[in-house]
């Protein structure tokens, strides 16, 4: 009886054979652009394949060609990363941010309405603001838990409810924890969806990772990461993945090709050395970053934190959404000291093991300052909106011992000053 093998443990050999490379029992770094035909004949096939002129064959193997088009890295690192999300199909680039422009390229025209969640990474907000409206595509953005009925009247007031072609979400937002319904966005791109004319629901789900949130399991389309985080986890790759279909990702892929954007076979082969290791990585940080936000919320110096292994019944929908979404609480912090900028700047500045740092997602712990840092390109009044506060500080916890974060995150806070109000208070 075949019998089958969990994600993790596949992610030694899934996809490789070593008789393919003289034996080798890991996947070798392919760094090569070109590939030789066995004849005239195979190129002329692989070529039709790649150009869409014909449908590969049911027995057909995928030719190599030309490293912008396939190498067997990207193929191999595709095939494995297709197993924590179930997904059909995956495309792997050289940058998260290559993954969500070729995907929102792809899928939207001049015209065209984007619905997008607030607050985003810092990047996508400015691509979707400053360049995606150069191309005459409308973008709207909603608010930390907007319900249902109120993305409906966004959608119906826009006076564009005909030309709605994606809603993008990132959740659990960045750097705020805020988490959005995907199957409530799925069901609302279906409403204003028409025979032909499917509404895509995209998902970055870097905050995630591969492990904690399956997106496309509650009605995403495609889901996206800045490989970068969790997946290569060493603060040593930059990369980014899209997956979902078989559909969606030959059209993504044959846009790659020609916006050369594509992985590098050593970004790709670093990839693969890092999934092997993407579980055990992932359960120790959310085990460190659980006590971590306990310890947090009982510090005095601490006016917020903002987890999700925090939420409880009490907070509604969130409560909800979480419990229904998410195997996890993650390893993702934000948290408000008391104070502003300056009190936020203190406690940054006296850390000594946890690196002063933006990034997420690797082995080491790294904190900085959303407002200033990552979301600077944000208006002001948004930031203020989103709960993107002066005092806000984000931490991405790693894989060291808990005690010793502590210590660290400890001594700094208690570095920040105490109000001269409460100063005299304590004196009298």
Known sequence: MKKSFQPETLMMSHGYRPEWSEGAVKCPIFQTSTFAFRSAEDGKAFFEVAYGLREKGLREKTGLIYSRLNNPDMEILEERLKLWDGAEACAVFESGMSAITTALFEFLQPGDLLLYSNPLYGGTTHFVHSVLTKWGIEVLGFRPGASRAELEQLIERSGKKDRLAMIFLETPANPTNDLVDIAMCRSVADQFGAPGRRVLVAVDNTYMGPLWQHPLRHGADLVLYSATKYIGGHSDVIAGACLGSMELITRIKTLRTFLGNMIAPHTGWLLLRSLETLKLRMEKQTENAQVIARRLVAHPKVANVHYLGLLTPADGESYTTYRRQCTSPGAMVSFEVRGGEHE???????????????????????????ATMTHAGVEPAEKIAFGITDALVRLSVGVENAEDLWWDLEQALDKIPVPEAVEMAEMV
Not at 350 to 368: C, D, F, I, N, R
């Open 344 to 370: 936020a700047f203190v406690f940054l500045n006296h850390l000594k093991l946890v690196k002063l740092a933006v990034s997420l997602g690797s082995t080491e712990s790294l904190a900085q300052h959303p």
